[in-house]
């Protein structure tokens, strides 16, 4: 029986530094989207609406990729639920709560309730069964908590005491995000084409955020609106494309353990981008509870890695 052929160590090295690459670019993405969001906000443009319309549109761009590599989405009902359980929970509900909060948290602390994401999935995980508890689990679930009671606790840990309720608030979305993961593995079909699922998930989400928009009297046209307003509507559809075309690629390359580690950069990009275009100012518990999380996310990742 014929040796299975290893790839040469020099495309080794060249898949390894494309995948690096664009996890860069798309954790400086990610968090560009919160900027935008409450630049929009703060000129006067509707939260939920700017959650609404980026997802409608990527979600259409991505589906019209689809259809043009010979995928055709199915709408099987194994499908649809894959597309309604992961789009709800993963996407449109953290994104509803995220952009509700968009002028009433500072953009760090929006980025930094992200990176919990990784260490709930975890949680999640293991009370659904399909993971299961080790030591470095333990220790990052820990971690993560710990993180968080640093923040919340002390009266001088945020820029104003009140906004203890809003950081609260905000924590419902990597809650939603971590059930959104484990509801992926549960749910997707194997053989559904990333392109398709990403399509569809997007679609799904902007079909829950429609009737929240239209409820809250945020539906938003853009004809008369604010060209500055409507400009910062197009590049969220942007870069919600291509942070997702960048998140298929990255897994497609390396993997989805690789992916994670971008929680990293996202949360220090998005600390970056509020220091530099807001002026946001952090304490000494803010940094250290966000330490204490990205330690969280460091753990769970070993703690996948081991072996069973």
Known sequence: MAAKQRPSAGLETRVGALSLSLMLAGGIIAP???VLNKIA???GGAPFAFAFWPMLFAGTVLLGVAILRGEMPRLKFTYIRAYLAVGIFAMGAPMAVLTFLADKLPQGLISMVVILAPTLTYFFAILLGVDRLKLLSIAGLAAG??????????DVSLPEPDMVWWLLLALLAPLLLGLGNVLTALVRPPMMPPTV??????LAAAALLLPIMAASGQFYFFAGADPGVNWNFLYATLLNAIFYVLFLEIVRLSGPVFFSQMNYLSVAAGFGWGMILFGERYSLYVWGGTALMAMSVLLLTLGARAKK
């Open 32 to 34: 560009l989207r919160f």
């Open 41 to 43: 906000v703060d000129g």
């Open 145 to 154: 908590l710990g993180g968080i009671l640093v923040i919340v606790l002390p």
């Open 197 to 202: 699922f990403a399509a569809g998930m997007l």
